[in-house]
């Protein structure tokens, strides 16, 4: 898959506004400040694809990001940091909700967490989610340059059986946007993903 080709197709604040539900969409969620959408920019070479903001949580929409007319990339709202009214984090809770149950193309999530501060109440939730429906999940310990290798192998180890615990199918890796390390991991888990003709391992209806 040429990840280098995604261009920007539309932001949608409700999940009937996403394109047809057909083809294979893969989705990138996270917390506000988890660094998703420097996740994003290292994985498609692009500086400015995926919005960085110093305002975490200013993303309100789901953005579509084209790779070929069969296969999407989703980038889904940042979540647990905005300073936005509680109703407004429970729509957007909602239609989080929705989109993994009831997105049939939906063929994985990569779920973002700070290496030094994973699997809070929000992360915990979207593995059940996912869980639930069948739906693949590969979690990137985002930041991983920020710690020494030693505190770094221990993070890894513990947020594993963490996840193990909540989603027992799941992935964890290590990862690092400016320093691309564990880019190749995350390179062979989504061309997986993108190759799957078949069906979730789960009927959502």
């Given at each position: 898959?040429?990840?280098?080709?995604?261009?920007?197709?539309?932001?949608?604040?409700?999940?009937?506004?996403?394109?047809?539900?057909?083809?294979?969409?893969?989705?990138?969620?996270?917390?506000?400040?988890?660094?998703?959408?420097?996740?994003?920019?290292?994985?498609?070479?692009?500086?400015?694809?995926?919005?960085?903001?110093?305002?975490?949580?200013?993303?309100?929409?789901?953005?579509?990001?084209t790779?070929?007319?069969?296969?999407?990339l989703?980038?889904?709202?940042?979540?647990?940091?905005?300073?936005?009214?509680?109703?407004?984090?429970?729509?957007?809770?909602?239609?989080?909700?929705?989109?993994?149950?009831?997105r049939?193309?939906?063929?994985?999530?990569?779920?973002?967490?700070?290496?030094?501060?994973?699997?809070?109440?929000?992360?915990q939730?979207?593995?059940?989610?996912?869980h639930e429906v069948?739906?693949?999940?590969?979690?990137?310990?985002?930041?991983?340059?920020?710690?020494?290798q030693?505190?770094?192998?221990?993070?890894?180890?513990?947020?594993?059986?963490?996840?193990?615990?909540?989603?027992?199918?799941?992935?964890?890796?290590a990862?690092?946007?400016?320093?691309?390390?564990?880019?190749?991991?995350?390179?062979?888990?989504?061309?997986?993903?993108?190759?799957?003709d078949?069906?979730?391992?789960?009927?959502?209806?």
């Amino acid at each position: 898959m040429h990840y280098q080709k995604a261009k920007y197709l539309l932001g949608a604040a409700k999940i009937n506004q996403l394109p047809a539900d057909e083809g294979i969409e893969v989705a990138f969620a996270g917390r506000s400040n988890a660094g998703k959408s420097s996740a994003l920019n290292a994985l498609t070479q692009q500086k400015s694809l995926a919005r960085t903001s110093k305002t975490p949580g200013r993303t309100q929409l789901i953005n579509v990001f084209t790779l070929d007319e069969d296969a999407r990339l989703i980038d889904l709202p940042g979540y647990g940091y905005a300073k936005v009214p509680e109703a407004t984090k429970l729509l957007w809770q909602e239609e989080l909700s929705r989109y993994l149950q009831e997105r049939q193309c939906l063929r994985g999530l990569v779920l973002l967490m700070d290496i030094r501060h994973f699997l809070k109440d929000t992360d915990q939730q979207m593995l059940v989610w996912a869980h639930e429906v069948g739906l693949p999940v590969h979690c990137l310990l985002s930041k991983s340059d920020k710690l020494k290798q030693g505190a770094k192998s221990k993070a890894l180890l513990q947020c594993k059986k963490q996840v193990s615990e909540l989603h027992p199918e799941a992935s964890v890796q290590a990862f690092s946007s400016t320093k691309k390390h564990g880019l190749d991991q995350l390179l062979a888990k989504l061309d997986a993903w993108y190759a799957t003709d078949a069906p979730p391992p789960d009927d959502k209806d």
